[in-house]
Each structure stands twice: as C-alpha cells, then as structure tokens.
C-alpha cells in the first residue's frame, strides 16, 4: 500500500490521498447459511489414534467364559474335603508349634547338639510345615527333633518323617527349656510315625510312645478292605524305617492308645538309644 493510498485508523475505510476524498471498502457478499465456522486448532505432533483397541461381542464373550473357568476350577479345588483346613494351616495359622533349641544334651554325653522341638497336632499341612522350619532351623545331620504330640493325620506323619530321614536327623520325645535341659513328654498315634523317621531314635527317661488302630477318614465303599490298605501303609512305612513288624500287630489290636513299655519298644527297634538317665 502506498502512502497516497492507506487505510484510516479511525474509520476502516480507504482514500487515495490524505486530502482527497474518503472511499468505503467493497462489500462481502451475504452468507447463505451464515458464516463459516473456524476451523479448529491443529495438535501439533499428535500421531493418529489408529491402534486403539475396541473388544467386538465375542471377545468380551470369550473373556467372561474364561474368567467363569478360572472361578469354577477355584470353587472346585476349595469344596475338596480338607481345602478349607489346609489353607487356614498354611495361611492363617499352623497346628503345630516350633522352638529351635541350640545347645541340648539329649543323651547325658556332655556332647551338646542343636534341636527342635515341635508340638501340636499334626494337621493337613503339617508335612511342608515341617519342611519350612527346617530350612529356618539349619540343622546339621545328626541334630535332634524334640517331639510332643497326641498325633493327627497319618499321611501326613509319615511324610514327615521322610523328611526327617532325608535330612538325617535323629528323633526324641520330649522338650527342653532355653539352657537345653530336656524334660519327658508323650507322642502317640501319627507322631509315632514322625518320630520312626529318626536315623536314630533316643528313648529319655519317663517319656511315652503311644499306638492304636489307625482308620481311612472320609467315605469307605469297603471299610475292611481300606482298613487292611492302611495297616499296609503303615506296615511298609515301618519295615523301610528299620522297626519290626510286631508294632503294627500291636496297634492293630485296639483302638484306644496303648502306651508301649520302653523295654518293648527297644526290643522292636522302635528305640535305638535308651536314655536311662532321669
């Protein structure tokens, strides 16, 4: 634009001079359907949205079918007889309690070895129980299991004491105090079991082992036919433990405890090491 011909600040409109006369802009002409819209503002570095997932029907049909098999194998796995007990025994709170003892003197040698003592009943979980505190413990071959207990599940005695076996331990019944001094104490039914698996068995003084009968929990279809499978289990258990076959004629004849005399748990090799000191 040249200086002659300028746009007046004031007014909006043109002359060609700034004395000559003044002349008005050209008119636009009218809108039909009215003025265009603005358009809108451009995101810069935006990419497109072209990967956004959006589920069809069947794929939220095909995902609810799954979540519904999940929750069907759960309640399944939880109505199984034992579930609820197990859960509470590995969750919430065990049936058997631990102390790790460091200094016990458990045959009167003056020789003082590490040990653990358990209590309680031996429940459903028992077994991988056991299994965790001897990782905590850290005891040595030779070590002690200290036990006292009324007894509990079967399966679950003679899995721990395989795992007593395994880790070559030996097994006493009784408990001791913090300076290690030992004290009688009783261990019948699966207990026993627990304390067959001991590499060697000390017998202390005043101490009980108590056996009976055991029975299959749960539905039987032949009851004397899964009683005769069970005294089998436990007659194999006994015989790879090293301990005669008289103990399972023994708990086959009654159902009550029968608290051995020690001479005749020595002389099945129940006990391997007689404790005579009081």
């Known amino acids: 634009m ?7 600040e004031g007014t909006g409109v043109h002359r060609s001079s700034p004395t000559g006369p003044r002349i008005a802009p050209p ?19 935006v990419p497109p949205q072209h990967g956004i997932f959006r589920p069809s029907v069947w794929s939220v049909v095909i995902f609810v079918l799954l979540l519904s098999g999940v929750a069907i194998r759960a309640y399944r796995d939880l109505s199984r007889p034992g579930a609820w007990d197990y859960s509470r025994e590995t ?56 036990l006292s207990s009324d007894g509990g599940k079967l399966n679950q005695g003679t899995i721990m004491g395989e795992i007593i076996r395994a880790h070559g331990l030996a097994t006493a019944v009784g408990t001791a105090d913090a300076s290690g001094q030992v004290r009688a104490a009783s261990c019948a039914s699966a207990c026993v079991l627990v304390y067959a698996g001991g590499k060697t ?78």
């Open 91 to 146: 969750l919430v709170a065990p049936s058997m309690k631990s102390a790790v003892i460091p200094n016990v003197d458990i045959d009167g040698s003056g020789r003082g070895r590490r040990a653990l003592a358990i209590s309680g009943d031996i429940g459903v979980a028992s077994a991988s129980w056991l299994h965790d505190q001897l990782k905590k413990a850290q005891l040595s071959p030779g070590d002690v299991i200290l």
């Open 2 to 8: 040249s200086a002659d011909d300028r746009l007046d």
């Open 27 to 45: 008119r636009q002409p009218p809108y039909r359907d009215g003025p265009p819209r603005a358009a809108a503002p451009r995101r810069a570095n």
């Open 201 to 278: 068995r000390y017998g202390i003084h005043g101490s009980l082992l108590g056996v009976h009968r055991f029975t299959t929990e749960g539905p039987m279809h032949d009851p004397v036919a899964e009683t005769q499978r069970t005294q089998g289990r436990v007659l194999g258990y006994m015989t790879k433990m090293g301990v005669s076959s008289r103990i399972v004629e023994l708990m086959s004849q009654t159902s009550d405890i029968r608290w051995l005399n020690p001479k005749d748990a020595f002389a099945m090799n129940l006990i391997t090491t007689p404790v005579d000191r009081p």
